[in-house]
């Protein structure tokens, strides 16, 4: 079992950045497929980022692509989301998602994903 914690998230205006952590305890995220998700208040939760098991192959949302950055450290069982240029509509809770098992392929849909954090609060002011 993995336990993914989000941390990094708050408040920033327009044009700032953040950089999201996800640490997971348990089970380590060497294993597979990591992914940062988000929902705003009265919308379906959305797909942000993901990367595969060795961190050579990612996809990005249409809408952050060129701005959000996925990594991973392995050896820190951590994965990262850096948030550049950001705008009021990237205002969300983040969380972050653990699909051990799965080592290749980026996977946008969420019930591809086992394992949920509780998620962190980013707000964009304008």
């Known amino acids: 079992q993995v336990q993914p914690v989000e941390s990094g998230g708050g408040l920033v205006q327009a044009g700032g950045s953040l950089r999201l952590s996800c640490a997971a305890s348990g089970r380590t995220i060497s294993t597979g497929l990591m992914g940062w998700f988000r929902q705003a208040p009265g919308k379906e939760r959305e797909f942000v980022a993901a990367?595969?098991?060795?961190?050579?192959?990612?996809g990005y949302a249409d809408s952050v692509k060129g701005r959000f950055t996925i990594s991973r450290d392995n050896a820190k069982n951590t994965v990262y989301l850096q948030m550049n240029s950001l705008k009021p509509e990237d205002t969300a809770v983040y969380l972050c998602?653990?699909?051990?098992?799965?080592?290749?392929?980026?996977?946008?849909?969420?019930?591809?994903?086992?394992?949920w954090g509780q998620g962190t609060q980013v707000t964009v002011s304008s």
């Open positions: 990367i595969n098991r060795s961190g050579d192959n990612t």
């Open positions: 998602a653990a699909a051990p098992g799965l080592y290749f392929a980026i996977y946008r849909d969420s019930v591809k994903y086992m394992y």
